[in-house]
T-cell receptor
Framework: EAGVAQSPRYKIIEKRQSVAFWCNPI?????LYWYQQILGQGPKLLIQ????????DSQLPKDRFSAERLKGVDSTLKIQPAKLEDSAVYLC??????????FGPGTRLTVL | AQSVSQHNHHVILSEAASLELGCNYS??????LFWYVQYPGQHLQLLLK??????LVKGIKGFEAEFIKSKFSFNLRKPSVQWSDTAEYFC???????????FGGGTRLMVKP
């Protein structure tokens, strides 16, 4: 069974630039999650989708972060404009019927 | 809001030593509990989980964890660690009433050969 795919694996941008991350969940998984993992900390949930609807985005900084899952499969997470403190690993996870969640390899973002 | 505490940030052990990593959470209701592991250069993987029933849960690679409701704890144990157990370990909690999985800050384990 293929796992959760994410791209790119690494991204370096300057502050105030925009960036987008892509996630392809495990086939058949209705629930998709985006997490932010700052160095030395545990992952923090940014947004959770159930199919193409948002279940929880209470911790998403909506002034600069946006996410969509238009067809209920792939998802993109965008940051516009990026700040230095956005440097982190962005993890995508998916699950069927709730938990447990399966994680992708993450995208490591460095904002200079 | 629920929170998860992992008090040991770094642990260094020799091979064959016993391991216990602490995890405490703050939530008074029913919870689901998890331990995830991240080996160097790899993604997060589920080690074990507790939903209900026997509070002593056995996971992969000889790991186990015990849910003690009165102490709000879910400590991870392994009787004899191996060099290959070198990794970062994350405890996570989900309140039954909600959707959010809350992670602890992680414990970085280094096992010396």
């Amino acid at each position: 069974e293929a796992g959760v795919a994410q791209s790119p694996r690494y991204k370096i941008i300057e502050k105030r630039q925009s960036v987008a991350f892509w996630c392809n969940p495990i086939s058949g998984h209705a629930t998709l999650y985006w997490y932010q993992q700052i160095l030395g900390q545990g992952p923090k949930l940014l947004i959770q989708f159930q199919n193409n609807g948002v279940v929880d985005d209470s911790q998403l900084p909506k002034d600069r972060f946006s996410a969509e899952r238009l067809k209920g499969v792939d998802s993109t997470l965008k940051i516009q404009p990026a700040k230095l403190e956005d440097s982190a690993v962005y993890l995508c996870a998916s699950s069927a019927h709730g938990l447990p969640q399966f994680f992708g390899p993450g995208t490591r973002l460095t904002v200079l | 809001a629920q929170s998860v505490s992992q008090h040991n940030h770094h642990v260094i052990l020799s091979e064959a030593a016993s391991l216990e990593l602490g995890c405490n959470y703050s939530y008074g209701g029913t919870v689901n509990l998890f331990w995830y592991v991240q080996y160097p250069g790899q993604h997060l993987q589920l080690l074990l989980k507790y939903f209900s029933g026997d509070p002593l849960v056995k996971g992969i690679k000889g790991f186990e964890a015990e849910f003690i409701k009165s102490k709000f704890s879910f400590n991870l144990r392994k009787p004899s660690v191996q060099w290959s157990d070198t990794a970062e370990y994350f405890c996570a909690v989900k309140a039954n009433a909600g959707n959010m999985l809350t992670f602890g800050g992680g414990t970085r384990l280094m096992v010396k050969p």
